[in-house]
């Protein structure tokens, strides 16, 4: 099978992508995997890093304020988008895919629409629970479109093609027991609470984290383990100055970023977060409590839904960006703290959400899509 992949942009977007790939590539050992994003773009490192090919086309996202700067931005955005069909068509007659699959990202909708004009079958992955704009618009024309959740339905008006299969990880997430994660991490046993703040850092997590540790100190016996983004390697420490906390205590971890990410999830009790799709999707895989704190800057408020989708399963907390402080959430974990059976039965509601299978749904999808004839399956996998 060759297969050609539009991805770009964001983590959300792209890992899913290489997810797919991959699954596609291990069960598929003779097919042919071409990405296509923006040359610049965080999926050139990525995509190469993980050892495939890479084609890139300059585009631009379209720019919602209206302001002189961005009117001069929509008209390159534009122009590039115009640009981008001609290359997209001399690429897909040169590598002849026998699907066009699409993840999100600038380049995705004009790869896919080129696709099908072209009578190239084309599947999209929308990895949110509020489609964006490119998968609306796909939606009309793909053959295939895969769904994060069911509440993606409520938001598209084409719903035959679609598909629930969850967010593909490129990995199996390592389930580990508590206190053997805990070991590995050098922790004391003790309630364990995992916090995110961010990759910028200097948000309103961190500021209400920083007064949940002084609670936790004053508790005694819990463990913190905090990722305070690379802006907050200036401001988290003085925050920490600020509410007394001793940064010396062996019951807390602070990272500028966590490189062991499953074994610190598989360590909590709970986790507070962002609500990004595919932390979402590491959050259910290994069926752990959440508080989420959608990022309000996000696309469409898209975290926002994200986060809806697990509230409304009772799987996690959902406290918007403006109205969450420390005496907030001091008190929503002194609750939990307590109710450790309400805690175990929204891990399990998270757990039971997961779909880990989700990459193998979809390729057996894909497969379905271009003919059996097309794929030469490795029998051990």
């Known amino acids: 099978m060759r297969a050609l992949i539009a991805a770009g942009g964001t983590a959300g977007h792209i890992n899913p992508a290489l997810a797919i790939a991959d699954k596609i590539v291990n069960v598929l050992p003779e097919s042919k995997v071409l990405f296509v994003g923006t040359p610049n773009g965080m999926e050139s490192r990525l995509v190469k890093k993980a050892g495939y090919d890479f084609y890139g086309i300059k585009m631009a996202g379209i720019q919602r304020g209206l302001s002189f700067a961005n009117i001069k931005r929509n008209v390159k955005a534009a122009y590039y988008y115009g640009a981008a069909f001609p290359q997209v068509k001399r690429l897909i007659n040169e590598f002849r895919p026998d699907v066009c699959i699409?993840?999100?990202?600038?380049?995705?909708?004009?790869?896919?629409?080129?696709?099908?004009?072209?009578?190239?079958?084309?599947?999209?992955?929308?990895?949110?629970?509020?489609?964006?704009?490119?998968?609306?618009?796909?939606?009309?024309?793909?053959?295939?479109?895969?769904?994060?959740?069911?509440?993606?339905?409520?938001?598209?008006?084409?719903?035959?093609?679609?598909?629930?299969?969850?967010?593909?990880?490129?990995?199996?997430?390592?389930?580990?027991?508590?206190?053997?994660?805990?070991?590995?991490?050098?922790?004391?046993?003790?309630?364990?609470?995992?916090?995110?703040?961010?990759?910028?850092?200097?948000?309103?997590?961190?500021?209400?984290?920083?007064?949940?540790?002084?609670?936790?100190?004053?508790?005694?016996?819990?463990?913190?383990?905090?990722?305070?983004?690379?802006?907050?390697?200036?401001?988290f420490g003085g925050l920490l100055e600020e509410n007394g906390v001793d940064k010396t205590s062996n019951r807390l971890i602070l990272k500028e970023y966590i490189d062991n990410m499953y074994t610190c999830m598989c360590a909590a009790d709970l986790i507070i977060s962002r609500a990004g799709s595919m932390t979402l999707t590491e959050i259910m895989a290994i069926g752990r409590p959440a508080v989420l704190v959608p990022f309000p800057q996000a696309t469409?408020?898209?975290?926002?839904?994200?986060?809806?989708?697990?509230?409304?399963?009772?799987?996690?907390?959902?406290?918007?960006?403006?109205?969450?402080?420390?005496?907030?959430?001091?008190?929503?974990?002194?609750?939990?703290?307590?109710?450790?059976?309400?805690?175990?039965?929204?891990?399990?509601?998270?757990?039971?959400?997961?779909?880990?299978?989700?990459?193998?749904?979809?390729?057996?999808?894909?497969?379905?899509?271009?003919?059996?004839?097309?794929?030469?399956?490795?029998?051990?996998?």
């Open 102 to 235: 699409g993840t999100g990202g600038y380049v995705c909708g004009a790869v896919l629409r080129e696709a099908a004009k072209l009578g190239v079958k084309t599947a999209t992955h929308e990895s949110n629970s509020f489609p964006g704009i490119t998968t609306k618009l796909l939606t009309k024309t793909a053959d295939k479109v895969f769904l994060f959740s069911e509440d993606c339905l409520a938001h598209l008006k084409h719903t035959e093609n679609c598909i629930i299969t969850g967010n593909p990880l490129r990995n199996n997430v390592p389930i580990e027991e508590k206190h053997i994660a805990r070991e590995r991490l050098g922790l004391p046993e003790g309630f364990t609470i995992l916090s995110l703040g961010g990759s910028l850092g200097a948000n309103k997590i961190s500021a209400a984290v920083a007064e949940l540790m002084r609670w936790e100190q004053k508790k005694g016996g819990i463990n913190h383990i905090h990722s305070y983004g690379g802006n907050g390697r200036d401001t």
């Open 300 to 381: 469409e408020n898209h975290q926002y839904y994200n986060a809806k989708t697990l509230a409304d399963a009772n799987a996690a907390l959902l406290r918007e960006d403006k109205d969450l402080d420390g005496k907030w959430l001091i008190q929503t974990v002194s609750d939990l703290y307590t109710d450790r059976a309400r805690l175990e039965i929204m891990g399990e509601n998270a757990r039971k959400m997961a779909k880990t299978n989700a990459a193998d749904v979809i390729l057996s999808e894909i497969i379905d899509l271009v003919g059996s004839e097309k794929c030469i399956v490795n029998s051990e996998k």
